[in-house]
Nanobody, 124 residues
């Protein structure tokens, strides 16, 4: 079992930055692809970014490319999502997810474990 806990969400003005963290316990994250997803009110959950378990494959949604950066620190068993130039459209609950030996896919049904989510609100 892997337990994932997100943190770092909050309220920020448009153009600002936030860094989300996803800390894992129970298993080492080095064998997991780690993805970030988000869900805005009234909308379906959508893919944001992912890094494969080996770190060789990294993908971003078109809507966040150039603004968001995903990184992982295996020593700390933590994954980060640096979000810059935030826009009101980025307002959502952000979730991290883990996929054992995953290649890094944007499909949420491929993921085995999920965190509880952290709220990000961007004001205009």
């Amino acid at each position: 079992q892997v337990q994932l806990v997100e943190s770092g969400g909050g309220l920020v003005q448009a153009g600002g930055s936030l860094r989300l963290s996803c800390a894992a316990s129970g298993r080492t994250l080095s064998h997991y692809a780690m993805g970030w997803f988000r869900q805005a009110p009234g909308k379906e959950r959508e893919f944001v970014a992912v890094i494969s378990w080996g770190g060789s494959n990294m993908r971003y949604a078109d809507s966040v490319k150039g603004r968001f950066t995903l990184s992982r620190d295996n020593a700390k068993n933590t994954v980060y999502l640096q979000m810059n130039s935030l826009e009101p459209e980025d307002t959502a609950v952000y979730y991290c997810a883990a996929d054992y030996l995953g290649p890094g896919t944007p499909n949420d049904h491929d993921y085995d474990y999920w965190g509880q989510g952290t709220q990000v609100t961007v004001s205009s």
